[in-house]
């Protein structure tokens, strides 16, 4: 009977170190960071098969679509620095060769200057750091030039839409995401022509906006760029605020500059006393009233996932691995993330996917921070929902919705840049890019301070 006892005991102890993960089969990390490089060039085989010259790639159709009259080549440029980095020589250098040919901005074309900064420029900088061609960054120069004039208003806060040829304006409601998400690539333009005008455009427009925080720390969703007034008072971590705050933590670190670290711990003081919330258990960051900072929804989503990895690059990692456990329940929820998801009720609030970055940016941050082979698995998991419910024969497509599977006809540039991107550096060998020597845009494009 002693004897039953003590098997039983051991088989419990047995079941328990298993659970825990210490028994689990090793992951091949190798083998995964393969695995990535043949989605990518799944992806990018169709697109140059049904979209070449194009913007981007309608994956289900297989046909082309542009964001503008004519085409600014938005998928060659988003996709060309995760081209370099995952070792596909030729087809960077025939990519890179097809942008410096084809690739100009004396068009009379409104662009979104939001949009326009984070792909573009950004994806120019970064390939000029990793190949030396001036010719890219001539291309930053003449563009970040052309992008100026969105900055004249009369608050220094950037217009919506800028003309890339006559420099005219229009679009005056913006948001502090789409106002404050533009020091990395100004500023890295400014170190590299040694040119101050872009970094100190950009960051009058950052202070701007975080001078008219309300008296509790915290901004809203809706921003009149001519007057200063806030339009929207509603006040989280989600679209239009998102990457104000990401850019705060990284030019910090990119530039070292002391105002940027004064806004962000001014901040998240505010984010974490009024945005944070447990009902429902575990832990999220919610909606509430910037001037009240009463609740007004329970709501956390795909894009709010980003912000694990900006606490774990502002040093609280305690907090970031808590959030990331509330990101893998809304993922696990329907095997794939939402657009919006209510804490409170664990239940779908927009059931939108749009081949989201932000929870495999996390994932990343917080495995090479831990070196945790927890959050390896988790990528493996992930990347194996995003096969099984968004490949299809053109590439990779978004739903519609998550409870359903239903598929959507889009494949964005930033799938390139960063969904594959970051996938591919939680598995690859850190010899493939050192954790910690770059800093990533909220594109993933990677910039080297190298001033």
């Known amino acids: 009977?002693?004897?039953?006892?003590?098997?039983?005991?051991?088989?419990?102890?047995e079941m328990n170190t298993y659970a825990q993960?210490?028994?689990?089969?090793?992951?091949?990390s190798d083998s995964l960071a393969n695995e990535v490089?043949?989605?990518?060039?799944h992806s990018w085989n169709a697109y140059k098969k049904y979209a070449w010259g194009h913007d981007g790639l309608r994956p289900l159709s297989k046909t082309p679509y542009d964001w503008y009259s004519s085409p600014l080549y938005f998928t060659p440029l988003d996709a060309l620095d995760t081209m370099i980095l995952m070792g596909f020589a030729v087809e960077a250098d025939s990519t890179r060769e097809f942008l410096e040919k084809n690739l100009r901005f004396d068009k009379d074309i409104y662009v979104k200057n939001?949009?326009?900064?984070?792909?573009?420029?950004?994806g120019l900088l970064s390939a000029y750091q990793l190949t030396e061609d001036r010719r890219l960054l001539d291309l930053a120069e003449d563009l970040g030039n052309r992008l100026l004039p969105a900055f004249k208003s009369p608050t220094g806060m950037p217009y919506v839409d800028v003309n890339l040829k006559t420099g005219a304006t229009r679009g005056t409601v913006s948001n502090p995401g789409e106002i404050g998400t533009l020091l990395v690539e100004f500023g890295t333009l400014s170190k590299l022509t040694h040119n101050p005008k872009y970094y100190n455009t950009a960051k009058k427009a950052l202070l701007q906006v975080f001078e008219r925080r309300s008296k509790l720390g915290l901004v809203g969703e809706g921003l009149d760029v001519v007057t200063g007034r806030w339009t929207k008072t509603d006040s989280h971590l989600s679209a239009c605020i998102d990457s104000y705050y990401e850019y705060m933590v990284k030019c910090w670190a990119l530039f070292s500059d002391p105002e940027c670290k004064i806004m962000w711990d001014s901040s998240v003081v505010a984010i974490n006393t009024y945005l944070a919330d447990s009902s429902g258990g575990g832990f999220w960051y919610g909606h509430a009233d910037m001037n009240t900072g009463k609740r007004t929804s329970t709501w956390f989503g795909a894009l709010d996932a980003y912000f694990p990895a900006v606490l774990v690059l502002a040093g609280d990692i305690d907090r970031a691995?808590?959030?990331?456990?509330s990101c893998l329940k809304m993922w696990n929820a329907h095997g794939i993330e939402p657009e919006q998801f209510d804490y409170r009720t664990m239940k779908v609030a927009s059931p939108r996917f749009f081949l989201?970055?932000?929870?495999?940016?996390?994932?990343?941050?917080?495995?090479?921070?831990?070196?945790?082979?927890?959050y390896l698995r988790m990528g493996q998991g992930m990347f194996d929902s995003l096969k099984a419910y968004c490949r299809v024969p053109g590439g990779y497509s978004e739903l519609k919705n998550v409870i359903t599977k239903e598929k959507s006809d889009r494949m964005e540039s930033y799938f390139f840049a960063e969904t594959l991107k970051y996938l591919y550096l939680l598995f690859a060998p850190p010899k493939v890019?050192?954790?910690?020597?770059?800093v990533f845009n909220t594109e993933a494009h990677p910039i080297r301070r190298i001033w």
């Open 1 to 13: 009977m002693k004897t039953l006892v003590t098997i039983v005991l051991l088989l419990l102890l």
């Open 21 to 28: 993960g210490n028994l689990l089969p090793e992951i091949n």
């Open 37 to 41: 490089k043949k989605e990518f060039l």
């Open 114 to 122: 939001f949009e326009i900064t984070i792909r573009m420029l950004g």
């Open 321 to 325: 691995a808590k959030l990331q456990e």
């Open 356 to 374: 989201n970055p932000e929870i495999f940016e996390s994932t990343y941050y917080l495995y090479h921070t831990t070196r945790d082979p927890y």
């Open 433 to 438: 890019l050192p954790f910690g020597t770059v």
